[in-house]
T-cell receptor
Framework: LAKTTQPISMDSYEGQEVNITCSHN???????ITWYQQFPSQGPRFIIQ???TKVTNEVASLFIPADRKSSTLSLPRVSLSDTAVYYC??????????????FGGGTRLMVKP | NAGVTQTPKFQVLKTGQSMTLQCAQD?????MSWYRQDPGMGLRLIHY???????DQGEVPNGYNVSRSTTEDFPLRLLSAAPSQTSVYFC?????????????FGPGTRLTVL
């Protein structure tokens, strides 16, 4: 299983861009990178998924360098409602389903006014 | 669609009691999974299923049983509850159509074992 390493916590202020980096040095060729957001007392919610280069959706961007040993989740202009825990997962999409199901400790983002 | 539903939302058990946490999804997803989340911690995988009749163990399977007789349902059974099983339990499902694999999570069951 590709192990991931993320910062335990981060602080930011409203309106700033937040970048959370995840290290996954032993990522396999077939592995994808997925990020989830979790609010207190709720289940995680899918944010974004990518394989290489850059992926953007209405919520965030995901930057993946050529060697794929790390990835960066970018949240533009955060607000107080972005305060949550963010998890990075690495694994294959269809084979070995268990690979996609390993949540690390996540990064606790605190957005301040 | 209701998505992923879990019952009950809260449960208190005494040590040694057994119970079943229910999970159902109406999205025709092949995959389903159970996690537990202890206070201030990340999610840990208990069991998962890649289709009806097929289940496999996750990181922390001891003390739990699962079965998958239908695509929709994936119940989690606690055989003999222990205080160490006090946690929040999340069920999730996902399919393999499309490029992105997105797990959909239920609202969770908060279990306390006395």
């Amino acid at each position: 299983l590709a192990k991931t390493t993320q910062p335990i916590s981060m602080d930011s202020y409203e309106g700033q861009e937040v970048n959370i980096t995840c290290s996954h040095n032993n990522i396999a060729t077939n592995d994808y990178i997925t990020w989830y957001q979790q609010f207190p007392s709720q289940g995680p919610r899918f944010i974004i998924q990518g394989y290489k280069t850059k992926v953007t959706n209405e919520v965030a961007s995901l930057f993946i360098p050529a060697d794929r040993k790390s990835s960066t989740l970018s949240l533009p202009r955060v607000s107080l409602s972005d305060t949550a825990v963010y998890y990075c997962l690495v694994g294959a999409l269809r084979n070995n389903a268990g690979n996609m199901l390993t949540f690390g400790g996540g990064t606790r983002l605190m957005v301040k006014p | 669609n209701a998505g992923v539903t879990q019952t009950p939302k809260f449960q208190v058990l005494k040590t040694g009691q057994s119970m079943t946490l229910q999970c159902a999804q109406d999205m025709n997803h092949e995959y389903m999974s159970w996690y537990r989340q202890d206070p201030g911690m990340g999610l840990r995988l208990i069991h998962y299923s890649v289709g009806a009749g097929i289940t496999d163990q996750g990181e922390v399977p001891n003390g739990y049983n699962v079965s998958r007789s239908t695509t929709e349902d994936f119940p989690l059974r606690l055989l003999s509850a222990a205080p160490s099983q006090t946690s929040v339990y999340f069920c999730a499902s996902w399919g393999t159509s499309g490029r992105a694999v997105e797990q959909f999570f239920g609202p969770g069951t908060r279990l306390t074992v006395l």
